[in-house]
């Protein structure tokens, strides 16, 4: 059944709008990245570093944040018209499944959005005339950056299913990512789940990739995911009693 759930979230995005914001916000964010680093080159003195850092900054922070809130949004916005919600929870699906289904599909192209951000680091590595190799940290900084992205998503997820409006949580997601920011310079950014992009992304160069710092930053993104989850699957049962 979980597989059926996963199926329908795909064929209802297959022509969905959130594909121009799945290409255009991580090349935005790139470009930005990019620009803002040739001209701070004489103070950006790490190469590949430097220009990760760069991209991270404006990804992290503001660009994927709000794109996971779009799609959270999309997944929700069929539910929400006319008498969709009464048919969806007349189905013989339990209410695990059709929140376990759209965080799937969820993490899927969060998985994809960090793909792309790394090809497109690359692609720019070499356009500003990098030498040297690419750093080896980039699957880690990828891989731990897909983690906080699923959190983001699970919460987002929960908003966007308990707020009718498209537009809300999908801004929800941005003011998110700037308050994310505040943490992450308090030091605080573990305890704040949009933070979790910049710490595990290592955006500005914070350095979360020992496995000291790791094992602190994989629970956050467990606690992030799980509690919205849970959270989420006890309000689609009651309103499934309703």
């Not at 779009?70 to 539910?79: K, P």
């Not at 040297?132 to 966007?160: C, K, M, N, R, Y």
């Amino acid at each position: 059944m979980l597989f059926a759930v996963v199926k329908t979230e795909i064929i209802k995005l297959r022509r969905a709008p959130v594909w121009i914001a799945f290409f255009t916000l991580p090349l935005l964010a790139s470009v930005m990245g990019t620009f803002n680093y040739l001209q701070n080159i004489g103070i950006l003195t790490k190469e590949w570093y430097s220009l990760w850092t760069q991209h991270t900054i404006f990804s992290s922070f503001f660009f994927l944040p709000s794109l996971i809130g779009v799609l959270c949004a999309y997944q929700w916005r069929l539910e929400h018209r006319e008498n969709n919600w009464n048919s969806l929870l007349t189905f013989p699906i339990s209410a695990q499944t059709i929140f376990d289904g759209k965080l799937i599909v969820s993490a899927g192209l969060v998985i994809l959005t960090q793909l792309l951000t790394g090809v497109l680091f690359m692609i720019c590595g070499k356009y500003a005339g990098l030498s040297g190799e690419v750093p080896s940290d980039l699957p880690h900084w990828l891989l731990l950056g897909a983690f906080a992205g699923i959190s983001i998503a699970s919460v987002q997820l929960t908003f966007s299913m308990t707020i009718k409006s498209f537009a809300i949580p999908v801004g929800i997601s941005l003011i998110g990512g700037i308050i994310g920011l505040a943490m992450v310079n308090s030091g605080r950014g573990l305890f704040f789940p949009y933070s979790l992009l910049a710490l595990g992304m290592d955006a500005n160069g914070m350095g979360y990739l020992t496995v000291q710092d790791t094992l602190p930053f994989l629970a956050s993104c467990v606690v992030f995911t799980g509690l919205p989850m849970v959270f989420a699957v006890q309000w689609l049962k009651k309103k499934d009693v309703a």
